[in-house]
């Protein structure tokens, strides 16, 4: 009976510290010094994170683009807005609806995305330069089944 509620606080310990750990990774992520004039006061690493899902030339309808970022349609919506007012993002008709629209980044908005991805790269890469492929790989592959797991979860 003891064994079990030591081992029931070992579980919640690991629980909380990998919890901790996650939240330590975010705000390094977020700290990372990116030297561009394509960031401001009004584009920020938010901007970024919200445009991400545009990458590699999509084009999604802001309620996909909700939906993937997990926030409201009306959020996506005012920040949409905000962001085709800063020449980030352009909208589209959409073919199959022509009541919808579509969301695509413009080119200054695939510029930023693109230098903010390969100043988040290069400093993932300056961390990872100096572990072996294996390790490499077991975290990756770790990562990966953990975040396909809990976006698994009902909401």
Not at 34 to 60: A, C, H, M, N, Y
Not at 106 to 119: C, E, F, K, M, Y
Request: cysteine-free; aromatic content about 4%; charged content about 30%.
């Amino acid at each position: 009976m003891a064994e079990d509620i030591k081992s029931a606080d070992d579980a919640s310990s690991s629980i909380a510290e990998l919890e901790e750990a996650i939240a330590r990774l975010g705000r390094a992520l977020r700290k990372i010094k990116i030297d561009s004039p394509l960031l401001s006061r009004e584009i920020d690493i938010t901007t970024f994170w919200q445009l991400t899902p545009l990458r590699g030339d999509k084009v999604l309808r802001p309620s996909e683009l909700a939906a993937i970022l997990g926030l409201d349609n009306s959020t996506v919506s005012r920040q949409i807005q905000k962001y085709e007012n800063q020449g980030l993002v352009e909208r589209r008709a959409d073919p199959k609806d022509a009541r919808a629209s579509l969301v695509a980044l413009s080119p200054i908005g695939r510029d930023l995305v693109n230098v903010v991805t390969q100043a988040r790269r290069d400093k993932i890469g300056s961390v990872l330069d100096h572990w072996d492929q294996e390790s490499v790989s077991n975290l990756l592959y770790f990562l990966t089944q953990f975040i396909v797991e809990l976006e698994e979860l009902p909401n």
